[in-house]
């Protein structure tokens, strides 16, 4: 038998080597890889460009999505099969899950952090969810998809009902009971957004050309139709994908949109939103995403060009790099300040990190079918 | 004695508390607060609005800042008296501390976290340490103060020089041999700031009038002189206090700057860098700060009128708010999406925390004479 000594000094090596081993560090650097054809995600380290965990069980995760708590501690996982999971990233387990709906696309987190809001299929309309418990507090029923939903100030979440054709803010000051407002956005929008500082919210049509813009901060003015054009036009071209909106990028007072059916990347300037130019890329684009710093955008395509990424500088207005990082690039993300971008090779079943001055590919990393990437800076920003 | 298996329940009892005590938690909602008069900072958590610990042992904290590690975990805390501690806020201590000048007024963070830097007094010039063990990899010499120091994109860090009027740029690429640039600047610089992009670094001057600007992205075009009468002018206004240029908000494409000697906040058209407006506020500007969606900028003023705060609604262009939230309001900090403004009230011992939608006062904490408050979220940003 050990004495007590042995024992407490025993006890003490091992309560430090439990603690090493439940995940004490900072979580500014962590994200997670969707494994979509897994049920799965990969817990990943931007310091280290390595995964550290992976947590099973999440049910369908095509078309995945995820936000992150206020401390950067639990990720929000929107499975397509309506399951939303709150994952702890410190202990790489599921801390709670409830099945909220049928079939849904996705969700949202409030500024303050207290509120979890899934965007849903079928049935339609939203629901309101505590953050901490996920206990269900409202819902607004809606009798249509709902899509683009996004996070505005104060506590209000904007987004487009697809067969109603409308805009809704919903303002959850109290959250049992949302206050909603009603905006016509045109026939079937389809995609949403809102701009990097959480003001002018846009819905992308399928029905017809055009988008639809509310500025959220003056909603009394009403929605209004920009970019007439927009859409998939009079020539009928063969769309292999509608593109994310929620890839826009804004930088130095241009919108970058992918064309929807075309070869380009249009340019908006985000004072007039009217066109300020078109830039030729190498394939339908699919994401638009600005470096955090606005200099470059990247760009991805969709099949049969989605072995592709390119690279447009802002301040010369051109392409300045081809890339091919891997089969069926799904996804990209970038580290908070921009040194990397990691992007999702699906049917390479990896993740390609490339250095964003250099071009060089740091690494690669080993995941099933990867699709979406996010990474817990995303917590601090509005509209994510 | 107990028996084995007691002892195993009351081990893994303990190694559960221990661990619970020792920090596992998200670090996305922290951030410290300096108390200046006792070499102390107080760790804040900004969802619980309450301080968690605090560390003693820091030096003089006077005109201290503070700069945050890639994964949140650690502080990086500059001291007047030289003195560099990076403190582990998980388990609220310091992790390591050297003393590496005799007289120094910040420090930066490189973008991809590897690096931190001191600008110094005396003896002038930077020098660049290493983030995880503070071992000293390089230095550039100035015979000079240095003031304004940020980090921009590329591991490239841009400050100022007090006694050369100058601009440098040291590129840290490989951190052992730095490369440094130079800038004409003008009479005396004595503070610089970039802007939230990273592109735009300026000082400004207090040997003459005008604002030194250099393109970051394109610094083969030089630095030049904008806005020519910024700054004390023919009237020769008493100066109660140079403001702080790193409080300069920028928001909807206008740059909102402390006027120097006047009541008023200066508007600039970040397209043309010429001035756009003013707007006439309570006292002498210190810090006028935006919150991160740029709808708000708040001001805090110098002697004898620093136990106010306004805020300016940058739609309306109009002060909409003037509040009284302590004695001696030394410095601002919004949480990373702005639902919440801290400000340190020196003279009344306590941190004042507001909602910025309602301007309620949520609650104060009590703090020994609290100056700078930083919180981690700087670590996902640019020029902080």
């Known amino acids: 038998m050990m004495t007590m000594n042995r024992w407490l000094t025993f006890l003490a090596a091992l309560l430090l080597a439990g603690c090493a081993q439940t995940g004490l560090r900072g979580t500014g650097d962590l994200g997670v890889v969707?494994?979509?054809?897994?049920?799965?995600?990969?817990?990943?380290?931007?310091?280290?460009?390595?995964?550290?965990?992976?947590?099973?069980?999440?049910?369908?995760?095509?078309?995945a999505s995820v936000v992150f708590s206020r401390d950067g501690r639990y990720a929000y996982v929107f499975g397509r099969d309506g399951g939303l999971s709150k994952v702890d990233l410190l202990?790489?387990?599921?801390?709670?899950?409830?099945?909220q709906a049928g079939n849904s696309i996705g969700g949202a987190i409030s500024q303050d952090g207290r509120l979890v809001v899934a965007q849903n299929y079928e049935p339609g309309g939203i629901k309101v969810f505590d953050a901490d418990t996920l206990e269900l507090l409202s819902e607004v029923p809606a009798q249509s998809k709902v899509v683009g939903l996004a996070d505005l100030s104060?506590?209000?979440?904007?987004?487009?009902?697809?067969?109603?054709?409308?805009?809704?803010?919903?303002?959850?000051?109290?959250?049992?009971?949302?206050?909603?407002?009603?905006?016509?956005?045109?026939?079937?929008?389809?995609?949403?957004?809102v701009t990097p500082d959480g003001r002018h919210y846009m819905a992308g049509l399928f029905g017809e050309d055009g988008i639809a813009l509310l500025d959220t901060w003056r909603p009394e003015l009403g929605s209004?139709?920009?970019?007439?054009?927009?859409?998939?036009?009079?020539?009928?071209?063969?769309?292999?994908?509608m593109p994310h909106l929620r890839g826009w990028a804004v930088?130095?007072?241009?919108?970058?949109?992918?064309?929807?059916?075309?070869?380009?990347?249009?340019?908006?300037?985000?004072a007039t939103w009217k066109e300020a130019g078109r830039i030729e890329v190498k394939g339908q684009p699919v994401f638009v995403m600005a470096r955090p710093d606005g200099r470059q955008v990247w760009v991805n395509f969709a099949f049969p060009d989605n072995g592709w990424v390119q690279v447009?500088?802002?301040l010369k207005g051109e392409v300045v790099q081809t890339l091919q990082p891997g089969k069926a690039i799904l996804h990209m993300e970038f580290t908070p300040r921009g040194e990397q971008v990691w992007l999702s090779a699906r049917d390479d079943n990896l993740v390609s990190i490339y250095d964003t001055q250099s071009f060089a590919r740091l690494t690669t990393l080993q995941a099933e079918s990867p699709s979406g990437i996010f990474?817990?800076?995303?917590?601090?920003?509005?509209?994510?």
Do not use: C
Request: proline share 5%; charged share 25%.
């Open 34 to 63: 969707v494994e979509r054809a897994s049920g799965r995600i990969a817990i990943v380290d931007t310091t280290a460009k390595s995964i550290i965990a992976s947590v099973h069980g999440l049910g369908d995760l095509s078309h």
């Open 91 to 99: 202990l790489a387990r599921i801390d709670k899950r409830v099945m």
């Open 154 to 193: 104060g506590n209000r979440f904007a987004y487009a009902l697809f067969d109603k054709g409308e805009i809704w803010i919903s303002d959850l000051a109290n959250p049992r009971d949302p206050k909603t407002q009603k905006y016509p956005a045109g026939q079937q929008p389809y995609d949403g957004l």
């Open 224 to 241: 209004r139709k920009i970019l007439e054009h927009y859409g998939k036009g009079q020539e009928k071209l063969p769309v292999f994908k």
């Open 251 to 270: 930088a130095g007072g241009k919108a970058y949109l992918p064309a929807i059916g075309r070869h380009e990347v249009l340019l908006v300037d985000t």
């Open 312 to 314: 447009i500088d802002t």
């Open 375 to 384: 990474f817990t800076s995303r917590a601090a920003r509005t509209g994510f």
